[in-house]
């Protein structure tokens, strides 16, 4: 198991965040981030988009970078390409975040290093809305709990 993979980090940043602030969040229904998103918040989190193409998303304003967003971050969840994730790991470092996590496929060394330099928790290649689900006693067949999708006619 990877260091950035501890079932302890991913329970303790599960129970305990408030904020999440999602770099690379869609406005596209139809887009990962955009599913996650609308899970967490669905589920109780201040999500807060981080977007410089878009002006809101989820109802929430959206912000160009971490630095513009103006409230403390428990956790930076990272829909980006893995070439992006060091800049993003120095901004959620200098924004005093509490962790970044890096959603699946998302692997970077350099950016891991970075955070973990600047004492933020550090998890890689997880889904924030499935370990939601898994310490929470919310999952379902195939990881669907949203009542969206149903085997009922």
């Not at 599960?14 to 955009?34: C, D, F, M, Q, Y």
């Not at 994730?85 to 509490?98: K, L, N, Q």
């Amino acid at each position: 198991m990877s260091d950035f993979q501890d079932p302890e980090t991913i329970r303790r940043l599960i129970v305990n965040a408030r904020t999440i602030a999602v770099v690379g969040l869609s406005g596209n229904e139809l887009r990962p981030s955009h599913f996650v998103g609308y899970y967490l918040k669905r589920h109780g989190y201040e999500v807060i988009p981080v977007n410089p193409r878009e002006e809101r998303i989820l109802g929430e304003r959206s912000y160009p970078s971490l630095a513009d967003v103006p409230v403390p971050i428990d956790v930076v969840n990272v829909f980006r390409d893995p070439a992006a994730v060091p800049e993003i790991a120095r901004e959620a470092v200098a924004a005093e975040a509490g962790a970044l996590w890096l959603q699946f496929g998302v692997i970077s060394d350099e950016g891991t290093r970075i955070a973990r330099d600047g004492d933020l928790d550090v998890v890689m290649d997880r889904c924030m809305k499935v370990e939601h689900a898994r310490y929470l006693g919310q999952m379902h067949w195939l990881g669907f709990n949203t009542g969206a999708i149903s085997g009922r006619r």
